[in-house]
T-cell receptor, first 116, second 112 residues
Framework: GAGVSQSPRYKVAKRGQDVALRCDPISGHVSLFWYQQALGQGPEFLTYFQNEAQLDKSGLPSDRFFAERPEGSVSTLKIQRTQQEDSAVYLC??????????????FGPGTRLTVL | GNSVTQMEGPVTLSEEAFLTINCTYTATGYPSLFWYVQYPGEGLQLLLKATKADDKGSNKGFEATYRKETTSFHLEKGSVQVSDSAVYFCALSDTNAGKSTFGDGTTLTVKP
């Protein structure tokens, strides 16, 4: 596709439900990032993949958060037993190469998660 | 750890006014610096970047210079337009993997 796509764009969950958020990066992009953006704040790093390998998950806030990218393309961020503090916009970004500080990240439109 | 501090908003300017949005950072190593823009209803997109000290990034009339001595990357534009109304994020990128640390964003509104 032309850009990074994410689905669903909006998700409302009841507290305690599990949710799965999908990211389709730009075709051929090696690196993929997940960020969490709370209202009125900047995105905060969650996790990073290089192909199918999860190289950094230091930003995941708890063991309720799990991400995977089994075939090195599409990625899924799963949140188990959602809590109200999980309400945020979840952003996915991809980079053509193997990361590197100078490379531009291409962002998807985000999934807005609201936990009631 | 790495951090980015942005000038608090919101900022409201009249068309053709001069814009400055301040950004300072704390980082180990030699990060790259970025400004991203988010227009209403759209995703984050790169506005400009600088990868080493004294580099100047520029795009669409916006400029920012990587100042290592003051750990700053202030965004400037000489004459803003209504279409520049958006949220602007300053960010730095980790030297290894490329994960980014963002500021909290500055909302700019330009009135005709």
């Amino acid at each position: 596709g032309a850009g990074v796509s994410q689905s669903p764009r909006y998700k409302v969950a009841k507290r305690g439900q599990d949710v799965a958020l999908r990211c389709d990066p730009i075709s051929g992009h090696v690196s993929l990032f997940w960020y969490q953006q709370a209202l009125g704040q900047g995105p905060e790093f969650l996790t990073y993949f290089q192909n199918e390998a999860q190289l950094d998950k230091s930003g995941l806030p708890s063991d309720r958060f799990f991400a995977e990218r089994p075939e090195g393309s599409v990625s899924t961020l799963k949140i188990q037993r959602t809590q109200q503090e999980d309400s945020a916009v979840y952003l996915c970004a991809s980079i053509k190469g193997r990361g590197g500080s100078y490379n531009e990240q291409f962002f998807g439109p985000g999934t807005r998660l609201t936990v009631l | 750890g790495n951090s980015v501090t942005q000038m608090e908003g919101p900022v409201t300017l009249s068309e053709e006014a001069f814009l400055t949005i301040n950004c300072t950072y704390t980082a180990t190593g030699y990060p790259s610096l970025f400004w991203y823009v988010q227009y209403p209803g759209e995703g984050l997109q790169l506005l400009l970047k600088a990868t080493k000290a004294d580099d100047k990034g520029s795009n669409k009339g916006f400029e920012a210079t990587y100042r290592k001595e003051t750990t700053s990357f202030h965004l400037e534009k000489g004459s803003v337009q209504v279409s520049d109304s958006a949220v602007y994020f300053c960010a730095l990128s980790d030297t290894n993997a490329g994960k980014s640390t963002f500021g909290d964003g500055t909302t700019l509104t330009v009135k005709p």
